[in-house]
């Protein structure tokens, strides 16, 4: 649903609520334009001398009265029109929040987080500052000015009101004319803050390797640079603004010379009373407000429907991986995997990554991925939870093509520990049973235990509930893989993929993951991706890439004995290990 019929839906939803809002407005403005009339009479009196003390005391109380009145319209209709706005505010961000979920990983490889959640701050607020302010203010202006010139006509002049409203006129067309200027600028302002935080954000990501290479005054003047953009964005915003903001009141300070002079003969010929006058420039002073107020709801509209079409791009965009129209569910998934792939490529890329893969996985094996780096391997298995889309007919799952399954039911079947082992900002156990949010306690343990982690988090001083740092920063590199790994074990899923997520352990360590990875191989079709033969040594089966190819596959024995790739890399590795030890 595009944000503007979100909109159009949410307004409708609430119309009595706004209905109630505007109205209690109008009362407002109708009640708050008595006031000059009244000091219009008081000084009438007081000029003819007819005011007694308790005279003064009764048009105090009533202006007392008339202003309560007012106050307690105004702030009805105000609170309600607020409280509106921010719920649709919290409805946009939700819905955007929801959007992007549903996006392939590709989108965010292509869109910086800095420039989308710009984009859930700053737009979704100019929005509901529009619909709160903007709603109230027009309202209130629209009829503070209609009951101001109908109190002037009335009960004033109508020639004095049309003469002083002469140069109010050229209000709206100014508007027009830079209204679409403030629009552009608005919108600089908000890609330059779309900038900054992208770059705050990659900075603040790599904040261990600025440091290590201490890099922080590089960073700090690349961050001045995009600073001073938007201080320059923003000065030429403030400038259009500061014109906008200035004509207004000169207009009506020329409205206010003729109000004086015509207003004054008038007054002076007695063709109207010394009270009316003084209450011509009181109400005179009331329609300069609206007017003000009027420009700056349109700008506020202006940038808000900037904002809404922006909104807008975002919202179109359709998941490039998403269900069939049919999709197929399977009773259970055992695990069985094919894959019969001619070739593959990025979506943005020319020439083939992957070609001529052909392996079949029965439910409970292992396959052992291993190769040079930019080899393909994680392209290989990034296919499966289809992270990628393979072509049509060459991924398939217990004999059914994944393009054809329900896109849940596929990615329910797989644990994923990518190769950065993501973690979140929270605590160890909330990490570990992420996407179990139903595990008890010992199931948690168990898996901690599986991964090898189980004695570093008891040796921690809460355990469990040690918040890691952002992305698990406060983490050695081989207790975030541990995590992940866990994380991964407790999710029981009947396929686990490693990313070469044993590359930070120790030698020890990874065999007694791989131990607890055998006791449980039949139930678990395991694809391990690894640098470090001894990681695949006890696979069913290893293939081993080479610019996107099989160049070799076998089980270890069978590879060691054919003497290629694997067995040299592999008494490279073994010697490297001697030296070690
Ligand atoms: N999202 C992507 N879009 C386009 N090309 C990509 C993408 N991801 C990877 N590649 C390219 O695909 C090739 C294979 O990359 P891949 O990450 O699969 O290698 P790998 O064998 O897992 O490497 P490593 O061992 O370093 O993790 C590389 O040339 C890489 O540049």
Redesign the pocket.
Known sequence: MSPQSLLRDYLLRHKWGYIGSTLSIIVSEFIFVQFPNILGRFTDALAKHRLSGRGILVYAALLFIVGSVYVLFYGIGQAQNGRAARGFEYLLRLRLFEHWELLST?YF?KRSIGDLLNHAMNDVRQVREALSGGFNILTNSIFLMTATLIMTFTTVSWKLTLASMIPLVAIPFFIVWIGPQVRVSSRRVQEALSAMSEFAEESFSSIRLVKATANEPIEASRFHARVNDIVAEQISLVRKTALFQAVIPTASSIAFGIALLYGGWLAVTHAIQLGAFVAFTLYLGQLVVPLQQIGQVINNFQRAFASLTRLQVLLDERPAIADPEHPAELPTIRGDIRIDLAHFS????DEP?LRDIHVHLKPGQTLGIV??????????V?LLPRM?DPPAHSVFLDGCDIRELRLQQLREAIAYVP?DGFLFSTTIRDNISFGRSDALESEIERAARAACIYDDIVRFPDGFDTIIGERGVTLSGGQRQRTAIARAWLKDAPILIL??SLSAVDMETEKRILRALQEVRQNRTTLI?A?RLSAVRTADWIIV?EE?RIAEQGTHEELLQRGGIYAQTYALQAEGEVIDT
């Open positions: 590709e490889r990025y979506p943005d890329g990554v190769g040079r780096t930019g080899s393909g391997k994680t392209t290989l990034n990628f190769q990313d070469d991706i640098h890439l996107g």
